[in-house]
């Protein structure tokens, strides 16, 4: 994760490019990507429980492009309510959904109009009503303050430019003594100003 991003790198083409890949995979899951996907990834490299993807909608699943499990950090009771950064297609957000139970709440936020439309999709299949996916950036998210017992995130705030930005909105939207459940790639060395300039290296 770059410490800062380039004060005149093309925030707005970047997330353009990171909304149409990640929209490709909502629509085209099996297409050639440089980046890992689907339910057996994502139990036999990042310790998901395979009968627990097994039982969620093949939709949400096939298109899962996490680096990490979230839900594996610590848990979460029934009846919180937890906001998923990043939800993707639905995957973490389902899973989250299950564990606060429909005495809870479980928010999805995410950009890509692609994976919005397939989490809900994932979600109605599922029978979760207590499940809300709302379009939405990491640096500004539909969400009150003050009002997430967890936030979790997967692979996704290495992708926001302004990292102040999107950990100033975790802070804003958790509750006082909420917790945060963050998979995601570092770095533990400064990247050359060559590569945070790079578009395709910042899109996944």
């Not at 410490?3 to 083409?13: E, G, K, S």
């Not at 499940?131 to 640096?139: L, N, P, S, V």
């Not at 975790?170 to 570092?186: F, Q, T, V, Y």
């Amino acid at each position: 994760m770059a410490i800062a991003c380039p004060v005149d790198l093309d925030t707005r083409t970047l997330r353009s490019e990171i909304s149409n890949i990640y929209g490709r995979v909502a629509m085209e899951p099996a297409a050639e990507y440089h980046f890992h996907r689907g339910p057996r990834y994502a139990a036999e490299f990042l310790g998901y429980d395979a009968t627990e993807v097994a039982n969620l909608p093949p939709e949400c699943a096939d298109s899962f492009a996490g680096v990490a499990n979230p839900l594996a950090i610590g848990p979460i009771y029934a009846g919180e309510t937890v906001v998923d950064i990043g939800s993707g297609a639905g995957m973490d957000l389902l899973l989250a959904g299950s564990r606060v139970g429909a005495e809870g709440r479980a928010i999805g936020i995410d950009m890509t109009d692609a994976m919005v439309a397939r989490a809900r999709q994932s979600a109605a299949a599922s029978g979760m009503t207590h499940i809300e996916i709302r379009k939405g950036d990491a640096t500004s998210m539909p969400v009150a303050d003050s009002s997430a017992d967890v936030v979790i995130s997967n692979g996704v705030l290495n992708l926001v430019p302004e990292k102040e930005l999107g950990f100033a909105e975790i802070i804003r939207i958790l509750k006082p003594n909420g917790r945060l459940h963050l998979a995601d790639i570092a770095l533990d060395v400064e990247l050359p100003e060559e590569a945070r300039r790079n578009i395709d290296l910042w899109t996944g």
